[in-house]
């Protein structure tokens, strides 16, 4: 079968090349991309909120969130604007160890600094790779990769990983966040090329 020359260079790199959603190509970086500036942020202050469709709302530290169950991740991410990340690690606590969703429970907002927001279903967030992460590659979260804390979900494009993670609110309704506001996929799939709303 044909390859397409993004394909090749999967392939010359030794990796599979289904891995590669369409539209996508292998970066060997991690590039850093988000709109604004990078927070300043004390990680001794740093607090994650969950509250809404839930039985315990969550208020903890990054220290009290360590404490917690680790799931580590090893994981292929890929962003709208084409490039794809393979074989990235992630360090942090799967949402399931947080909070207990109440029956109404469908969807989460996850809400970041600046107000950046980005929206997804629940079950999204029990996807294996789904996690929130405080660090990377074994390291702790840096401040342009989201540190101390940010949402990692691999199977939906990167804009849906908020960084600088401050909340998740558990809703019964849906509502868009920053990008799918302004015109992205709700849903964001990258299998299906799911870049902008239609
Ligand atoms: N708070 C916040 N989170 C964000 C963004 C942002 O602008 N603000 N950009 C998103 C986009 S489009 C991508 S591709 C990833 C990039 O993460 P990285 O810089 O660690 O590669 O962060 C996502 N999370
Ligand atoms: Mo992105």
Known sequence: M?????????????????RLPPGQYLTHTWPVLHVGSVPVAEP????????????????????????????????DIHCVTRWSRFDAGFRGVRFAELARPTAAAR?????????????????VLDDPGSLVAYEADGEPLTPDHGGPLRLVV??????????WLLGLEVRA??????????????????????????
């Open 2 to 18: 044909p390859r397409s020359n993004a394909e090749r260079k999967v392939l010359e790199a030794g990796f599979d090349p289904v």
């Open 44 to 75: 001794e202050e740093w607090r994650l909120r969950v509250w809404g469709e839930v039985e315990n709302e969550v208020d903890l530290g990054l220290e009290e969130l360590r404490a917690l169950p680790a799931t580590e991740v090893v994981a």
């Open 154 to 163: 691999p199977s939906r494009y990167f804009w849906k990983s908020a960084k």
């Open 107 to 123: 969807f989460v907002v996850a809400h970041a600094v600046a107000d950046y927001r980005a929206n997804l279903p629940l079950a």
């Open 173 to 198: 309704d849906d509502e868009p966040g920053t990008w799918e506001r302004l015109g992205y996929s709700n849903d964001a799939d990258p299998w299906a090329g799911e870049r902008y709303s239609v």
